[in-house]
């Protein structure tokens, strides 16, 4: 019998089995999403698009693909979000890294005020902010040795009485540069001298003058000029 049939050749050929089409817009779909990587998102909005096209034709023409779709869009759609909260990131990082530079200068100006509450309290007492003349009269008076060279301005107000001045002299980690400590002999200085200048928080430094008073200047543009001997003292950072 098997004979007969395969010398038959009236007998009409098995058919191929068949196999549904694949979408092309599913593959294509998850490409643009997973390229979104390198392109910051931007082929992942055509991702998007390619993935609910290629839904809706596959629901109409019964095409594969229907899981290429859906990994398409959501790999899309992920990439969207964290390139969108990313630039929003990047947006808000200026203005947040301002506002604590300010505040970190507000804390600044506010042992600077610490600062020339005591200076000002030593000149009551010895007639002059910290000098020269000073040193030799508080290490007389306090039998506190101090350093050979230089004014020392803090170490003879910390010898004089007054407190620990670590705490009001710490600045900021970032903070660049020294303190300037401006010196001068003869008295109570003029209430426009500068007295003492920051170290640089951000882009500004502080100057406090004789009269107490605390404003700020670009970092860049040099310290303040003035007859005063000038001091670096180093700043402790936190």
């Known amino acids: ?14 058919p191929p089995s068949q196999v549904a089409a694949r979408s092309g817009m599913a593959l294509a779909s998850l490409i643009c999403g997973i390229a979104g990587l ?3 998102g931007v082929s992942s909005l055509v991702g998007v698009i390619l993935g609910h ?20 869009l ?18 808000a990082a200026p203005m947040i890294l301002r506002q604590k530079q300010a505040a970190e200068r507000t804390l600044v100006i506010t042992n600077m005020k610490r600062i020339s509450m005591h200076l000002i309290e030593f000149d009551v007492e010895y007639g002059s902010y910290p ?23 803090f170490e003879q107000l910390e010898a004089a009485g007054v407190e620990d001045l670590t ?3 710490t600045v900021p980690k970032m903070a660049a540069g020294e303190w300037i400590y401006y010196s001068y002999e003869g008295g109570t200085p003029a209430a426009d001298r500068p007295v003492l200048v920051s170290p640089a928080v951000g882009r ?6 004789a009269d107490a008073s605390v404003e700020s200047i670009p970092a860049d543009v040099g310290l303040p000029a003035s007859d005063g001997e000038m ?8």
């Open 1 to 14: 019998m098997d004979g007969d049939m395969e010398s038959n050749p009236n007998m009409p050929p098995i």
């Open 38 to 40: 390198v392109t910051c």
């Open 53 to 72: 096209l290629a839904l809706s034709d596959i629901k109409k023409t019964g095409k594969d693909g229907r899981g290429l779709a859906v990994a398409g």
């Open 74 to 91: 959501v790999t899309s759609y992920v990439l969207m979000v964290l390139v969108g909260i990313s630039a929003l990131a990047g947006l």
């Open 131 to 153: 000098n020269r003349e000073t040193k030799e009269l508080v290490q007389t008076e306090t039998e506190v040795t101090l350093p050979i060279d230089g004014i020392h301005p």
């Open 167 to 169: 705490t009001v002299l």
């Open 204 to 209: 500004k430094r502080l100057v406090l003058s």
């Open 231 to 238: 001091e670096e003292i180093p700043a402790p950072r936190k």
